[in-house]
């Protein structure tokens, strides 16, 4: 059986219009002397995965190994880069050939028709898509911390309320930390709560974190 060649679009519900897509695959197509088997879209929203689209869906079913999927951007394949690196893996492991247009090398068709080239530019791109990746989610959690930092620094309290740490110790430590119990020791402090000192240190110690 011959191989087939496909063409894959997603359209945001929000910009319905394939438009820019199909002109750039089209023109893609014409410039490299072939034709396209069939054309595929979806209408869906960027944030549904891959195997969630039913048109892409289907489509996956017809490929047989040495098919060709064209997309004029990688990131049509996927929700997010660690949805996409899955997909184009899948892809790969089924032999079939991802050409998308606005990668460097991913859209050089003389090479992605080469299996040996093909499949090791592949390889580069999924590892260097996945370091990017791990870049964007070490990036967002520094945000986050700076953010909590920042937070903390102005005297908001942050997360969920201390596990474990009796609601009667959290009210009566707060105003032994105040002051209002004057001088007292933890000795008596724990007696008057009717707690070991040793209790008390957890409690404090399980504060000093969570609050």
Known sequence: MENKIFAYMRISTSHQKTDRQEQ????YVRKNGFNIDEFVSDVITGGTKA????????????FR???????????????????VIVEI??????GIR?????????????????????????DIFVTLKAHIAQQEKEKIHER??????????????????PTGVPREFIREYKKLQSGEYGSISVV???????????????????LKEEL
């Open 144 to 161: 986050v911390m700076q953010g909590l930092d920042s937070a903390r620094k102005k005297g908001k309290k942050l997360g969920r309320p």
């Open 188 to 206: 008596q402090f724990a007696k008057l709560q009717g707690i070991a000192v040793s209790t008390f240190y957890k409690y404090a110690g399980i």
């Open 65 to 83: 190994n040495g098919d060709t999927l064209i997309i004029s951007d990688v990131d049509r394949l996927g929700r997010n880069a660690d949805d």
């Open 51 to 62: 195997d969630h689209r039913p048109n892409y869906h289907n489509m996956k079913k017809q």
């Open 98 to 122: 991802v050409v998308a247009l606005d990668v460097p090398f991913l859209n050089d068709w003389e090479k992605m028709n080469d299996d040996s080239l093909s499949k090791m530019i592949i």
């Open 89 to 94: 893996k899948d892809l790969q492991s089924k």
């Open 24 to 27: 750039t695959i089209i023109g």
